[in-house]
């Protein structure tokens, strides 16, 4: 029996929440060229709930934006990291 918090059922068993990973999932597309995008995602530490993913967003992507000069992030939402549909 799990000490904390409920478990997650994925199909394959039961998944601890600590063991989610949640990433800040965004869209980003060049300055110059808006209709060229791109799906990035900034994986944060397991435990992180969606809540605090949500709260903490804003100085990931201020860095993330910081750190790829010519993009602007047009979306992002907060998910798990292992999604692929960005």
Known sequence: MPSRGAELNCGNGSVEP???????????CLI???STCRDD?????????LTQCLMTAPPHLAQWSQ????WHVERWQCGNASRQDI
């Open 18 to 28: 600590e063991d989610i990973v949640i990433a800040i999932l965004l869209t980003a």
């Open 32 to 34: 110059g060229e808006p």
């Open 41 to 49: 995602k900034i994986a944060l530490h397991p435990g992180i709930s």
């Open 67 to 70: 750190e790829h000069p010519g």
